[in-house]
Nanobody
Framework: VQLQASGGGLVQTGASLRLSCVAS????????MGWYRQAPGKQRELVAS???????NYANSVKGRFTISRDNAKNTVYLQMNNLKPEDTAVYYC????????WGQGTQVTVSS
């Protein structure tokens, strides 16, 4: 397994979750990493990305609520999600922005109203 996302769950509106994605070193180091999500019946969308050293970008729908970070020593990228809304319900994945590799299983986030 090259990308392993975890940390999802069923929460109520306004709650927080922290997602983690562990990658093998060869596919993590030096790459911009992103968190994506795919809701039922919708296309996968990029919600946040982080460059090898910095360079943060967020989708407008999550700005001010989500924070992406990475620990290069652990080959791990995180997504702190606060003030969750029902429209955040989706399967969340991580992957490289450039030359993405096979998608892992992702982690399900369900936000109830």
């Amino acid at each position: 397994v090259q990308l392993q996302a975890s940390g999802g769950g069923l929460v109520q509106t306004g709650a927080s979750l922290r997602l983690s994605c562990v990658a093998s070193g060869s596919i993590f180091s030096g790459y911009t990493m992103g968190w994506y999500r795919q809701a039922p019946g919708k296309q996968r969308e990029l919600v946040a990305s982080i460059g090898p050293s910095s360079g943060l970008n967020y989708a407008n729908s999550v700005k001010g609520r989500f924070t992406i970070s990475r620990d290069n020593a652990k080959n791990t990228v995180y997504l702190q999600m606060n003030n969750l809304k029902p429209e955040d319900t989706a399967v969340y994945y991580c992957n490289r922005l450039i030359a993405p590799i096979s998608w892992g299983q992702g982690t399900q986030v369900t936000v109830s109203s």
